[in-house]
């Protein structure tokens, strides 16, 4: 039957219209009350009597529950019909409780898949922390013995059987300080648009990236089997020397950091200048053994005493990287033009480089006394 109550009616008909819908709506919303509420105590009393336990293994495709019977048969609350607005506010405290028991529940198991078997013993270095200034720092110093010995043992023939063992011992130690960096870097934290990463996934894959994980790998070439074929050469650890870029990292935060930045780049200097000399002892005295050079052959090498040799050319790249020459150092031959002109040449820019570098730390100084003095006026 369909009744049409927005129909307009007239007269009498109206009032007692009016009259009979009225009634028959209040009895059709008592009806649905009822119902409601019956259907609410149903639910709860199930909800009450049932109790889901959370599985044992949380990966597994289907859970199993289990349902304990009632302890009771009394429901839990007491509702009376005519207490609609109490009884819908305890319901819905009621499901807030179970909402938040099934939450804390399911807290201590891990769904994502990306993180179900994370360890929780996991270690991020902060980029900019102490700890990783002083790892920094050791991977330094194997750079430079790297840097000092690698062109030295070569030229010399240093190593020989009575010491090999022990230049082996300090080569391999600073591999494993080079192996041990990789594994650093994988647990260094980076920023990504001004945030702290600390994921340790997302920084493996962000290290794996950059061109620094090709050049560590680099580092590490495992070049050292030619010692089988080739013999005992240690230019073969020549690519040991493309971790210089760490070298310059300390260096920077180090001038960042210290209390006097003039004398450490004054040191840094002379520290260039000398390694530039050893450098240069090192090629002249290859020349001197491998070569026709005229010149380096008035050099005085004994050949039996390495150390003896190595002071010897160092204080002539001393003397040549100067412009200090004599009559020793004149060329002769035509061989002996090219080497000593590209040695005058490189010894020009080396000059103009020291004193560009002089000029600088002057300037540093001067203006760091203005400032002070300026905030002493003011």
Known sequence: ILINFNRPLSGHYARDGMAQTSSFKSSIHNQVCNSNIDSDIARLSSIKSSQQVVPSNIHDDL?????????????????SPS??????RQSRQLRKARKQDIKARFEKFDLNPSTAHRSHFTFIFDPSGRLSYYWTSIISLAFLYNFWIIIFRFSFHELTSDNFILWFIFDYACDFIYLMDIM?????????EGVLQTDPIKLRHYYMNTTRFYIDCLCLMPLDFLYLSIGFKSIVRLFRLVKIYRFWTFLDRTERHTNYPNLFRTIVMIHYLLAIFHWNACLIYILQTRSKLTSTKRFGFTFNDSGSDYFKALYWSITILTLTQNQETKPVSKEDYIFLSTQMIFALLLFATIMGHVASIVSNLSNARKDFQGKIIE
């Not at 207490?83 to 819908?88: G, K, M, P």
């Not at 650093?184 to 990504?192: H, I, K, M, V």
């Open 63 to 79: 859970y199993e529950i289990r349902i304990s019977p009632p302890t009771s048969q009394k429901s839990p609350l007491q509702v």
């Open 83 to 88: 207490n609609h607005r109490d009884f819908i």
């Open 184 to 192: 650093f870097n994988f647990r260094t934290a980076y920023l990504e």
